[in-house]
């Protein structure tokens, strides 16, 4: 079965700081990848996603993540994070024989002190 | 499209009554899923189907909770009979297969008083 484990529960950072979210999954075969973000109040949005090519994923609002296979590890970046990046961060991923299912991390909530 | 649409967006209701949940899934997707959110126990999977067939209910918390999905552009998750500790938010949310990002709906937020 495919598991997906968030590192960080709650991040703390100013304005302008540097951010980079932990996500590792575990299953062997082929996966695609995704991060979503859940501002206060209201329903997750796709932020980024995998599924070949450069491992280096840029998405929306300057976050970017890095798929390392050999660390099953999809870590999510941002060089500077703002105010309004003040969410909640899920990992997730699909794959397998069930391809259909996306399996979410716990979540990572970050709050930006302006 | 106008996306997952979910309804109600809030339910506030007493212990012991039904509550039944809304949800539209995007025109042509096949994958629908169930989630409940909580501080406590974040977002936890309950139930999806595939073609309107459940694939794996083994999220659903208790007998209490049963989801259907009669057609394609519908399916309700019912609670019979509420309990306070089922307040949460639910979200409902549609994919196609394998390699696509899930999309979600507002989702309902369920206070059992």
């Not at chain 1, 899920?90 to 909530?109: I, L, P, Q, R, Y």
Request: glycine share 8%; net charge neutral.
């Amino acid at each position: 079965a495919q598991s997906v484990s968030q590192h960080n529960h709650h991040v703390i950072l100013s304005e302008a700081a540097s951010l980079e979210l932990g996500c590792n999954y575990s299953y062997g075969g082929t996966v695609n990848l995704f991060w979503y973000v859940q501002y206060p109040g209201q329903h997750l949005q796709l932020l980024l996603k995998y599924f070949s090519g450069d491992p280096l994923v840029k998405g929306i609002k300057g976050f970017e993540a890095e798929f390392i296979k050999s660390k099953f590890s999809f870590n999510l970046r941002k060089p500077s994070v703002q105010w309004s990046d003040t969410a909640e961060y899920f990992c997730a991923v699909k794959g397998g024989t069930n391809a259909g299912k996306s399996t979410f991390g716990d979540g990572t909530t970050l709050t930006v002190k302006p | 499209d106008a996306g997952v649409i979910q309804s109600p967006r809030h339910e506030v209701t007493e212990m012991g009554q039904e509550v039944t949940l809304r949800c539209k899934p995007i025109s042509g997707h096949d994958y629908l899923f169930w989630y409940r959110q909580t501080m406590m126990r974040g977002l936890e999977l309950l139930i999806y189907f595939n073609n309107n067939v459940p694939i794996d209910d083994s999220g659903m918390p208790e007998d209490r909770f049963s989801a259907k999905m009669p057609n394609a552009s519908f399916s309700t998750l019912k609670i019979q009979p509420s309990e306070p500790r089922d307040s949460a938010v639910y979200f409902c949310a549609s994919s196609l297969p394998g390699q696509t990002q899930a999309f979600f709906g507002q989702g309902t937020r369920l206070t059992v008083v």
